[in-house]
């Protein structure tokens, strides 16, 4: 998915793909398990009894594996917001008809988005929202249901074939030795 290890030592979060709950136990932090497959019922009890507190599947969409992490790190949508406040917050840009601009992400829900931009979008407005992984853009598409000055609340399509795209599309394809490489979603 893309993750980078930023700092050595205590961590908030751990995130794992493994269905092993030895791993789980000495991750010591709060888990986000990734499996490639459904789990049983009583694997999935054993995975959150050594320290796993959400299970992504493998048909789970990109935006499901997002919405878990700030599940976790979160407890209430204020703190998530205040928290991306403070930080230099992920970067994004937004495609309209009538334009496009940059900004930063500073809240995620299941179905919307809130972003600080360097220029207002109008209200009502169709919009793509664009963020740069380590494996490539992601995209997914919305209507603007709140815009202010620096900043906009998104309602997310769901139904767009972008936000349902499975978690592998963040993965980097393995490719053989000595294979060129080229990056696409």
Known sequence: MGIEVVAEGPAEL???ETDDPAVV???GAPALILVPRRLWAAQTKVLEDAGARRIVEGDATVL???VAVTEILFSTCAEQ???WKRGPGLALELSSPAGS???RLVGLTRTGVMAQLAS???ADARVEIAIDTPAGRATVHGRVAYSADDAVAIELDLCDPDATGKI???TPRRVPRGASVRRSL
């Open 81 to 83: 917001r205040r928290w």
């Open 14 to 16: 751990a995130i794992l």
């Open 64 to 66: 499901d594996v997002l």
């Open 101 to 103: 601009t940059s900004g």
């Open 168 to 170: 592998e599309r963040l």
């Open 120 to 122: 207002p979008i109008a």
């Open 25 to 27: 136990a000495a991750a």
